[in-house]
């Protein structure tokens, strides 16, 4: 089992920055895919980025010049630096955890609250 709590969602007005966290906690030796998903009421929840334990990175396309996802295998943590964030960046942002390449055995935080407005 891997347990995920994520930090450092809130307000921010438009233009502003926010990073998130994830801490991984649980059974486990290491975690081939960390990731960030975000979900705004009444749409379907979206990859926003996601890193491997290599360190490959992947973004959705209207992400890439503004977030940014990096990790600490050593520390099992996660982070998304969020930049020039807009109104339609509010959502609810999870973590999320692959821990073998080979399974398709997925876990989730608990997500955090991002809203953006003036």
């Known amino acids: 089992q891997v347990q995920l709590v994520e930090s450092g969602g809130g307000w921010v007005q438009p233009g502003g920055s926010l990073r998130l966290s994830c801490a991984a906690t649980?059974?486990?030796?290491?975690?081939?895919?960390m990731a960030w998903y975000r979900q705004a009421p009444g749409k379907q929840r979206e990859l926003v980025a996601s890193?491997?334990?290599?360190?490959?990175?992947d973004y959705a396309a209207s992400m890439e010049d503004r977030f940014t996802i990096s990790r600490d295998n050593r520390k099992n943590t996660v982070d998304l630096q969020m930049d020039r964030l807009k109104p339609e960046d509010t959502a609810v942002y999870f973590c999320?955890?692959?821990?073998?390449?080979?399974?398709?055995?997925?876990?989730w935080g608990q997500g955090t609250q991002v809203t953006v407005s003036s």
């Open positions: 890193c491997t334990s290599g360190g490959t990175t």
């Open positions: 649980g059974s486990f030796s290491s975690i081939y895919l």
């Open positions: 999320s955890a692959r821990p073998r390449f080979n399974s398709p055995a997925r876990f």
